[in-house]
């Protein structure tokens, strides 16, 4: 039997969810969709078969064979339909960022926690990239010798309207508090950034780009370019700069063509096509997992410790001050 997963949330990632969910991967089909906006569910649930659609997260949760939750909800809404879906003890994917802030992520946890086995995976999927796994393979090969320091660009082409400054935080460099905590095995300890003077191209007065500096406990120094308006395309790059030597992914050089007097490569426009294959993987280890009875991937843990990073990234962005990280200090679950 294929697992029966309701969407929360079908906007660009939910809709992309449910046609992976249909179409690109195995094991599981969509039996449920829910949105706010409940013409945009309809619509949906219109081209899959048996597939109801609902105003609000607790209707599909409860809609007939749920067996798990995929949440693509803006991020201020995760937290509600996580605690319903871990009243029901139904397995959850849900969408980065776990919930936007450090005290609503805790909760999450600690929910979780109460029912004394993981239920929840974050959708961190650049720990699903074939590049990204790469790197973290070198890493932990220990040839390279500790890494010290990551250089890190994130680059959109273009952003939202409702983008607000803190979302640079909140929204994008979150991965990045991910990636650094998963590629050095450290927790973010603190944070600062850094503006440059507004482009005249700054989206709605937001400074853009900003420079993020992460200190892990470890010791190591991460420094992350967010450049949300780039305008060439969606770049996500990473170098470990370590005792030994170095390691870089993300240059995008999977075909270089050399033609009338030029040579060059095409750059993904948008996320969704850069990280394609990563979101195939993310989700079908999700569905595979469940289906053995186990979680795998970002823990609620990873969530809530990511989130604190982005909480002390919100400040030190506001203030110009670099901001101590301040994490729980019980056991990761
Ligand atoms: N992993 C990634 O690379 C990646 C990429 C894009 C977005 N995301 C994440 O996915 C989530 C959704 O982002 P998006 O770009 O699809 O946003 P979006 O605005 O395109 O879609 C969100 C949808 O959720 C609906 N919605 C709002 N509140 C709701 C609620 N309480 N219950 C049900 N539906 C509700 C909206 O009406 C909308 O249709 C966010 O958490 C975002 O950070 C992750
Ligand atoms: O929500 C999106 C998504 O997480 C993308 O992966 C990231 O590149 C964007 O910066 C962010 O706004």
Redesign the pocket.
Known sequence: MPLGVAV???????ADHVRRIDTAISGARVVAV????VE?ARKLAADLDGCTAHA??AAALAAPGVDAVLI????P??E??LLRALALGLPVLC???LTPDAASAYRIVEAERRLGRRRIQV?F?RRFDAEYQQLKAALDAGGLGRPLMLHQRHRNTATPGHFTERMMIT?SAAHEMDVTRWLTGHEIAAVQVVKPAPLPTSMNGVPDPQLVILETTGGAVADVELYRNAGFGDQVQCEAVCEHGTARIGDGHAMVVQAAGRWGGAIPQD?LTR?RAAYDREVQAWVDATLAGRVVGPSSWDGYAAAAACEAGVTAQATGVRTVVELADDEPF
Request: glycine share 16%; net charge negative.
């Open positions: 929360v949330g079908t906007g660009k990632m939910g829910a949105d706010i906006e945009r609000d997260a693509a909800s803006p991020g809404a995760h509600e339909a969408e980065k960022p959708g999927m929204d996320y990280f």
